[in-house]
């Protein structure tokens, strides 16, 4: 491997509680079935050698990192850089509803190109996808810098790498909508500090096609 090169398994959580009631940004725990779609990651992952987990210091992408960290005899470290998009004062609220109410925002989402899309405030609050992406990025940059030529596992969330394939061009809103990427699927890449590669794209749902770099 290149030794100025890190690798990065982006992983999903498994279902949560709030992914059950299609619920914005609550921090509830994995369900039964979510502890059971990360320890099925952790099966496919095992022989992967991974040098260090890190993770959202959300509960169910802590508990999700845990269990795949845990074959690997590792501890996870948490990062609140490596949180979901904050939703403002639409957290809490069943998804389907705003979409709804928020018809109009959801439309230009879908239909305006991302670098007008992504300085739009959702809600009030709400970071913005631009915000969200300058924080995560950051956090896997200086990951990477600081495990360079060694492999990484995130435990993250389905809005940041949904976010982070559109922002690289591979894919547009209009694909990735909704729950497009499964609880406890992975986004494989590599970074060298500065730019980001994609290796490997799992879990996509509605036949998405992803373009990899």
């Given at each position: 491997?290149?030794?100025?090169?890190?690798?990065?398994?982006?992983?999903?959580?498994?279902?949560?509680?709030?992914?059950?009631?299609?619920?914005?940004?609550?921090?509830?725990?994995?369900?039964?079935?979510?502890?059971?779609?990360?320890?099925?990651?952790?099966?496919?992952?095992?022989?992967?050698?991974?040098?260090?987990?890190f993770?959202?210091?959300?509960?169910?992408?802590?508990?999700?990192?845990?269990?795949?960290?845990?074959?690997?005899?590792?501890?996870?470290?948490?990062?609140?850089?490596?949180?979901?998009?904050?939703?403002?004062?639409?957290?809490?609220?069943?998804?389907?509803?705003?979409?709804?109410?928020l018809?109009?925002?959801?439309?230009?989402?879908?239909?305006?190109?991302?670098?007008?899309?992504?300085h739009?405030?959702?809600?009030?609050?709400?970071?913005t996808?631009?915000?969200?992406?300058?924080?995560?990025?950051?956090?896997?940059?200086?990951?990477?810098?600081?495990?360079?030529?060694?492999t990484?596992?995130?435990?993250?969330?389905?809005?940041?790498?949904?976010?982070?394939?559109?922002?690289?061009?591979?894919?547009?809103?209009?694909?990735?909508?909704?729950?497009?990427?499964?609880?406890?699927?992975?986004?494989?890449?590599?970074?060298?500090?500065?730019?980001?590669f994609?290796?490997?794209?799992?879990?996509?749902?509605?036949?998405?096609?992803?373009?990899?770099?």
């Amino acid at each position: 491997m290149n030794n100025s090169v890190c690798t990065l398994y982006v992983v999903r959580h498994g279902q949560s509680e709030a992914n059950v009631k299609d619920l914005y940004g609550l921090d509830t725990p994995l369900t039964h079935l979510g502890k059971e779609q990360a320890a099925q990651t952790a099966q496919n992952l095992k022989n992967i050698h991974f040098d260090a987990v890190f993770s959202s210091d959300f509960l169910r992408a802590k508990e999700t990192a845990e269990i795949i960290a845990k074959e690997h005899n590792l501890l996870v470290t948490t990062k609140k850089a490596l949180r979901e998009k904050y939703m403002g004062e639409i957290e809490g609220r069943n998804a389907k509803e705003v979409k709804t109410e928020l018809k109009e925002l959801f439309n230009m989402r879908e239909n305006e190109p991302y670098e007008k899309w992504k300085h739009v405030r959702i809600a009030l609050g709400a970071e913005t996808d631009d915000e969200m992406m300058a924080r995560f990025l950051t956090e896997l940059r200086e990951i990477s810098l600081a495990y360079a030529g060694k492999t990484v596992l995130i435990g993250s969330h389905v809005g940041l790498m949904k976010t982070l394939l559109i922002h690289m061009g591979l894919t547009t809103h209009k694909e990735m909508d909704g729950q497009s990427i499964e609880n406890a699927a992975y986004i494989k890449l590599r970074c060298d500090g500065i730019e980001f590669f994609i290796d490997e794209v799992t879990g996509l749902k509605n036949n998405i096609s992803v373009k990899q770099t």
